[in-house]
């Protein structure tokens, strides 16, 4: 893809895999859009001069974004990045998934005063960031915000009026800052904003370097967004296989075992054999009914409520008991954190029935300090953790281990497991009553 500044072509993006069909009609497009802003930030390295530095940078989060790593390690980077070379004090960004209109953050990096009120922010339908995300203007440099141009998209919210709390600007004693709309080709998808403490004005120059970061998370967000959609399709497409195939073999399979098994005239060891593969064609069921209803299910970042459905689920298929026990949870973790913890739940109780036996399972959260502590606890029959590695439980470590987290697994054979995952949560931004954003 050639890389072009002002119609001169600079170079040429080339990406190559040893695997064929591997690039997708969105990543076609991704490398169309990711080669423009390339030429951008080759034309912004022109004008500063500090080609080998930024464009190590771009390289960088380039690859981590066409390499599908997690959203939230990726836009980390840009905003630690933004942070160090825009000279911005303050760097926050937010997430918005343009289907339900969730937002999600902030992700900051810089020197905050009160870091702990950035911790407890929750984004309100009134507040600036939602009124940002609706707005027609893409971008609002503000060289001094105590002279803001009388427009009530900047007025106070509801909630500051009332409670007469600081917002952001002035517990963080910011002077000026830029705001950009993080826009893809078809919609909004966030906002970074870039915080000075000190009053300053906003060179040409310099706009297209904070342009250059928010292009870059735009892309981040819009890659992963249309990535988990079209993982959504895949796995609605085979839950529809499991039911409509799958079921209805089991089901016919089940039908003439059954009638064989009332035939009066069949031998002993004939009707034993028979019950065993019935038996098996019912557990059969339970699996293809639980995966199915897994495999619809979309994911939300209300975990209770998710919890809820897998216990559900559980009952439902096995007859399975999951008792549930919560600590510290005020309720704000984001919808990608949550199917992260729902992939653990379901691998995890899954191999406490199907492997261990488990006649129930408990469940418990417990949040604190930027942390989410899970345990999975059965009453199963246990396993030698010296001489058994179960493919399931390792998967539950790589997950962790994915997220930054840790897990620990206590078994032994006739006294059940214990499986305790630590897992560091990103906050999510949800519309909630009396809750407010500082921004």
């Known amino acids: 893809m ?5 119609e001169r072509v600079w170079g040429v993006f080339d ?14 497009e991704v490398v169309e859009i990711l080669a423009g802003h390339l030429g951008r930030v080759l034309d912004n390295i022109r004008i500063h001069g500090s080609r080998d530095r930024i464009s190590t940078i771009v390289e960088s989060i380039s690859h981590r974004i066409l390499s599908e790593h997690e959203l939230e390690g990726t836009l980390n980077q ?23 209109n969730a937002v999600a953050g902030p992700i900051c990096s810089g020197s905050l005063c009160h870091p702990e009120a950035l911790k407890r ?11 940002l995300l609706s707005a027609e203007q893409d971008y609002y440099f503000h060289e001094d915000v105590k002279i803001l141009p009388a427009d009530d998209l900047f007025t106070r919210s509801d909630y500051h009026l009332a409670s007469g709390d600081p917002t ?17 080709d078809m919609d909004c998808v966030g906002l970074m904003f870039l915080n000075f403490r000190s009053p300053r004005s906003f060179r040409d120059e310099e706009q297209q370097m904070f342009h250059t970061f928010a292009h870059l998370a735009a892309l981040a967000i819009q890659k992963a967004q249309s990535h988990n959609r079209q993982m959504q399709a895949e796995r609605e497409d085979l839950a529809r296989r499991l039911h409509d195939q799958l079921m209805a073999t089991a089901d016919g399979a089940l039908r003439v075992t059954s009638t064989l098994l009332r035939d009066a005239s069949l031998a002993e060891p004939h009707h034993t054999k028979l019950a065993i593969v019935r038996d098996a064609l019912q557990e059969l069921q339970s699996d293809i009914r639980y995966l199915n209803e897994t495999l619809q299910d979309t994911t939300s970042s209300d975990l209770p409520e998710e919890v809820r459905k897998i216990a559900k689920r559980i009952k439902e298929a096995y007859g399975v008991v999951c008792e549930v026990q919560w600590t510290g949870y005020d309720g704000r973790i984001s919808a990608a954190t949550v199917n992260q913890i729902k992939l653990i739940l379901n691998e995890g109780i899954f191999n406490a029935i199907k492997h261990g036996q488990a006649p129930d399972v408990q469940l418990g959260f417990r949040q604190s300090d930027g942390q989410i502590a899970v345990t999975i606890e059965d009453h199963g029959s246990g396993f030698d953790a010296t001489r058994v590695r179960p493919r399931g439980l390792q998967n539950i470590r790589e997950r962790a281990e994915r997220l930054g987290g840790s897990v620990r697994i206590e078994t032994a054979p006739g006294q059940g497991t214990r499986i305790s995952a630590l897992l560091p949560v990103r906050l999510a931004c949800a519309a909630q009553e009396g809750e407010h954003v500082d921004a």
């Open 78 to 100: 840009i905003v630690l990045a933004a942070h160090e070379e825009l000279d911005a004090d303050i760097v926050v960004l937010y997430e918005r998934n343009p289907q339900t």
């Open 168 to 184: 952001f600007v002035e517990r963080e004693e910011i002077r000026s800052r830029a705001i950009i709309r993080l826009r893809t």
């Open 121 to 131: 922010t929750i984004v309100e339908p009134a507040s600036l960031v939602y009124r």
């Open 2 to 6: 050639p890389i072009k500044v002002k």
């Open 15 to 28: 990406i190559q895999t040893h695997a064929a069909n591997v690039f997708l009609k969105q990543d076609v």
